[in-house]
């Protein structure tokens, strides 16, 4: 979809707010398997370009499926991917 307004939106909050920020791509396991590399690696370019008119400019984006499938229907979730990343990324 690209950037939406509330993203432009907590931006411009987050601008003012902090000096950090740290980027959670969520949902990558919704992209199809076989093409996700490489449609992870357009989206965080596609973002970076956004950031670099900001403060943010550098920002890390780490790419998650904090809940991989929805977890509907599933007696047994898969693992999260990129969690543990992110984690590290925040407490560092």
């Known amino acids: 979809k690209g950037l939406q307004t509330q993203t ?3 931006l411009v909050v987050g601008e003012i707010a902090t000096n950090n920020l740290v980027v959670a791509l969520n ?3 919704m992209l199809p398997e076989g093409d996700r590399p490489k449609l992870i690696k357009k989206a965080i370019k596609r ?14 984006m780490i790419p998650v499926s904090a809940k991989p499938g929805g977890g509907v229907g599933q007696e047994v979730s ?3 991917e990129g969690i ?8 560092s």
Do not use: H, I, Q
């Open 8 to 10: 432009a939106e907590c």
């Open 47 to 60: 973002l970076a370009s956004t950031f670099d008119m900001t403060k943010f400019s550098g920002v890390t």
């Open 78 to 80: 898969p693992a999260a």
């Open 27 to 29: 949902k990558c396991d």
């Open 84 to 91: 543990n990343t992110l984690r590290d990324m925040l407490v």
